[in-house]
């Protein structure tokens, strides 16, 4: 069974850790651990999903360039009540790109969801379903409006993340499929020793 690793990254009190465990465990943050495995089922396939929740060390920068080198798709969370987290998530997009460039192809793109989070609190609300909206279509990628309190589209992100994972891989594979070369390199590097 195919493992996929994702971070869930964003400001403080955005709700990373919230969403996190309401997927995890169906419940409103009563027990908390940063990595988290969780097996499901997404379009009848099963998988393993990795998640690992960054909250607590957003200010260590090199905590967070770790956890962007180890993950293959990313989950950005912003509070809908914070202008200063929906800022927040395009410098992590930034970072990301920067991270990741070596070995990005231009043909295979980061799996990435946006989350605006808190959508139950509608009275403290600072940023509009239309930037959201905006913003992924710029990045070419989705947009959720949850909420960690009622369970509000938590599952779709994590299912939205896998499918993307897994449009990947299946880009990645063709592209190795095409390399008229991969099969020469293959059968150089088999070796046989006889003892």
Known sequence: MRVFQCAVMGSGGVGKSAITVRFMNGSYLEWYDPTNR?????????????ILD???????????????????????VFSLCQRDSFDEIIRTREAIQRIKSPEM??????????VGNKSDLLD????????????????????????????????PVFEDIVRQLRRNDLIKKQERDKDPNRRKRRLK????VIL
């Open 38 to 50: 969780k097996q499901l089922s997404v379009d009848d396939q099963p998988c393993l999903l990795e």
């Open 54 to 76: 960054t909250a607590g060390i957003d200010q260590y920068l090199t905590l967070n360039d770790m956890f962007i080198r180890e993950s293959e798709g990313f989950i950005l």
């Open 105 to 114: 192809n231009q043909d295979v793109p980061i799996p990435l969801v946006i």
């Open 124 to 155: 403290e609300r600072e940023i509009d379903s239309t930037e959201g909206e905006k913003l992924a279509l710029n990045w070419n990628c989705t947009y959720y409006e949850t909420s960690a309190r009622t369970a509000s589209n938590i599952v």
């Open 189 to 192: 590097s088999k070796k046989c």
